[in-house]
């Protein structure tokens, strides 16, 4: 089993994957062969795709990568690990296989069989679904294309690669099925997922934390914690859904999401880890003296988690959403992990609590639970948060150090549901629009602490090598060791308009 796949955080694989093909200019396990209409459609996007990663994906200049790459899928091993070029990397089309006895295990068509096409009255609604996941993919690698230049190893670097290659294949599993099950419309929205750029003015990208740059590190480390783990419990309801094909793409992504929380998880631990190692080093807890020592401190990681944990809680929608109502009852987005629950699966007679405020005050009410199922899912979202934080505390802990991390409250700094246009403080307390004025710079990265983490951001690309504000990792990716040269970069480097040593010179 490689390192990758321990982390704990994907289901485990549940089946065999039928073989895929690489013989085929879009390597796919869907039989494209056999539909020349989808085939050619798929052809003509692919130059698209290109041109767009060239455009907008990693600006870093390399060689090749050593990449994992999909194969033919077991369940002790589906991937094979090689060098790759970035450019060449096989981005294609891989379903789970076919369960042909799979039947609805929710809403209105509970018990029924699965659905092998859309049903016409659901079409404007699964298509909306299938887009705004599509929409989210290209975003985090556009977010995240200038990050190559100051990574603080190879191994990192490598790491960053493989989620923004996979992303790009997500984006394919969404545009497949767009182009394969809406015809015209179809088409149009997969060229449009091209189209949006993340934080652009005119075309944004859809939803909101997917438009915030990702500035650093840090942030990136953070938001492959908080946002991708958003994409593990989002695609865990469309793994449940009717649409027989959206549902079997989204348990594979599923398997390839694993490795994006991975690289959040060690990558803030490793981070904390270097902090406590230099205030133990220094007996120091002074924020300006850990900085000095070229670490980065602890107040301002958790200012870094405030805001990654905030913009990710928006992405769940409203608390009450009429929206998530009609999704599940339709039997287009389940619950995380609905064949477990036990209860009816349709929910008409249910009811759970979900805050708001009202009157200055957080007050709890009892609604429909088919109105309150984002915040049904957002529960299980912060539940596995909380994993992390601990994880992370260990190493306070284990220093003998009192600090301590902490998720802020759920209505803290947020844009979408509840507490939308509400002041609250990272404890839960509701407060006024001067006093969140007088107090935000201490709860969410202020432009100084964001040049601080900047001015530490340096590339170390030998062989081994770690910045100094990052702990080590303990082992290699698929059994290699650490300092294993996991990405050449090309030669070009030295005289490249954005490389990082040069920035800094
Ligand atoms: N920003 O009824 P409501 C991932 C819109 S991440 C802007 O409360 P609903 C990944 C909403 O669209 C997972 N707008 O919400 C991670 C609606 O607009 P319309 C992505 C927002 O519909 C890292 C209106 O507000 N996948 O995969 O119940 C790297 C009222 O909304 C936002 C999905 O999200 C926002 N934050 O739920 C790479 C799954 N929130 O329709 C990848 C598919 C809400 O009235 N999407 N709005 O014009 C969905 O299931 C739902 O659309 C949402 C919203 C959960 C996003």
């Known amino acids: 089993m490689s390192v990758e796949s321990r982390t704990g955080d994907a289901p485990a694989p549940s089946g065999p994957l039928s073989t895929i093909d690489y013989s085929e200019r879009i390597p796919n396990n869907v039989n494209l062969a056999g539909d020349r209409r989808l085939q050619r459609a798929l052809e003509s996007w692919q130059p698209k795709f290109l041109d767009w990663w060239r455009t907008l994906g990693p600006t870093l200049p390399t060689k090749d990568v050593y990449l994992r790459t999909a194969t033919a899928v077991g369940r002790d091993g589906w991937a094979h690990f090689d060098h790759v070029p970035m450019e060449d990397y096989r981005w294609g089309i891989f379903l789970a296989e076919q369960d042909p006895d799979r039947t609805i295990s929710f809403g209105q068509h509970k018990g029924e069989p699965a659905w092998q096409e859309v049903p016409g009255e659901y079409r404007a609604e699964l298509m909306r679904l299938i887009t705004v996941q599509g929409d989210t993919e290209p975003a985090s690698v556009e977010q995240q294309r200038i990050l190559g230049n100051t990574a603080p190893s190879l191994y990192d670097l490598r790491n960053l690669f493989q989620v923004n290659v996979e992303e790009g294949r997500h984006l394919w599993a969404m545009v497949y099925l767009l182009q394969a099950y809406f015809g015209r419309e179809g088409r149009a929205e997969a060229e449009q997922l091209l189209k949006r750029n993340s934080g652009d003015l005119d075309s944004p990208r859809i939803l909101g934390a997917f438009n915030e740059a990702t500035t650093d590190w840090l942030q990136f480390f953070m938001f ?81 988690l405030n805001f990654q944990f905030s913009v990710s809680m928006d992405l769940f929608g409203s608390e009450r959403s009429t929206n998530v109502a009609a999704y599940y009852t339709a039997g287009l987005k389940g619950r995380w992990q609905e064949t477990r629950r036990k209860d009816d699966h349709v929910l008409l007679d249910a009811t759970r609590e979900v805050n708001t405020v009202r009157d200055g005050a957080i007050v709890s009410e009892v609604v429909p639970m088919l109105t309150a199922l984002n915040a049904d899912l957002r529960d299980e979202y912060v539940a596995d948060c909380e994993n992390g934080v601990r994880r992370w505390n260990q190493e306070m802990e284990d220093a003998g150090r009192p600090e301590r991390l902490y998720l802020p409250h759920e209505g803290f700094h947020r844009k979408v549901g509840a507490y939308a246009g509400h002041h609250l403080s990272p404890h839960g307390e509701i407060i006024t629009a001067e006093q969140w004025a007088a107090d935000a710079d201490r709860w969410l990265p202020t432009e100084q602490d964001r040049a601080d983490v900047a001015g530490l951001m340096v590339a170390h690309y030998d062989l081994g090598d770690f910045a100094g504000w990052i702990a080590a990792p303990k082992v290699g990716i698929n059994d290699q060791p650490v300092e294993f040269d996991y990405v050449h970069l090309a030669e070009l480097r030295s005289t490249g308009p954005t490389s990082a040593e040069e920035a800094l010179a």
């Open 224 to 304: 492959t914690y908080f946002t991708d783990r958003d994409g593990k419990y989002q695609l865990g309801t469309l793994k449940e859904s009717a649409f027989d094909p959206l549902a079997r793409t989204c348990e594979f992504m599923l398997k390839e999401e694993a490795h994006h929380m991975f690289v959040g998880t060690t990558g803030v631990q490793r981070t904390v880890e270097r902090t406590v190692q230099v205030m133990v080093e220094h007996d120091t807890a002074d924020e300006a003296r850990v900085l000095g020592h070229g670490a980065i401190p602890l107040e301002v990681i958790q200012k870094y």
